[in-house]
C-alpha cells in the first residue's frame, strides 16, 4: 500500500499555504514599489516642465514671491508651486534662487519632486 498519510498532506499544504503567501507579498510589495517610482518620475517631469517654462519665457515671479499652478500629465493633474528669492548682485546681473515643487494633491504636505537652482532676472 503506497500513499502519504493525512500528516504528511497536512504538512505539505502548510508549508505551501506560507510559501505562496510570502511570494503574494513579496510581489505586492514589488508592485507598490513601482507604483510609486511612477508617481516620483512624472512629478519630476513636471517639476522640470515647470522649470523650463519659466526659464523659455522668463516668467520667473519676483523675488521674495510664490507663484503655483496645475499642470495635467498622464491623465493626472499635478500641483506645482514655485518660491523665489533674491539672492545678490554680480556685476550687472541679479541673481535669484528658487525652489521648485510637485505634489500630487493640493492637500499632500509631502512633495514628490523639488528642484531647487538659481536664475538670472
Known amino acids: 500500500m503506497a500513499?502519504?498519510?493525512?500528516?504528511?498532506v497536512?504538512?505539505?499544504?502548510a508549508i505551501l499555504a506560507f510559501s505562496l503567501?510570502?511570494?503574494?507579498?513579496?510581489t505586492s510589495s514589488s508592485l507598490n514599489n513601482a507604483a510609486y517610482l511612477q508617481q516620483r518620475t512624472l512629478a519630476h517631469w513636471?517639476?522640470?516642465?515647470?522649470y523650463?517654462?519659466?526659464?523659455?519665457?522668463?516668467?520667473?515671479p519676483t523675488p521674495g514671491s510664490k507663484s503655483d499652478g496645475t499642470m495635467l500629465m498622464a491623465g493626472h493633474e499635478w500641483y506645482w508651486k514655485v518660491e523665489t528669492n533674491k539672492s545678490d548682485e554680480v556685476g550687472e546681473y541679479s541673481i535669484g534662487a528658487f525652489v521648485i515643487t510637485v505634489r500630487d494633491s493640493e492637500e499632500s504636505k509631502q512633495a514628490l519632486a523639488t528642484i531647487e537652482g538659481g536664475y538670472e532676472f
Open 3 to 8: 500513499g502519504f498519510t493525512l500528516l504528511e
Open 10 to 13: 497536512l504538512v505539505a499544504v
Open 21 to 26: 503567501g510570502a511570494a503574494i507579498k513579496t
Open 46 to 50: 513636471v517639476a522640470m516642465n515647470t
Open 52 to 60: 523650463n517654462e519659466l526659464q523659455i519665457f522668463k516668467k520667473w
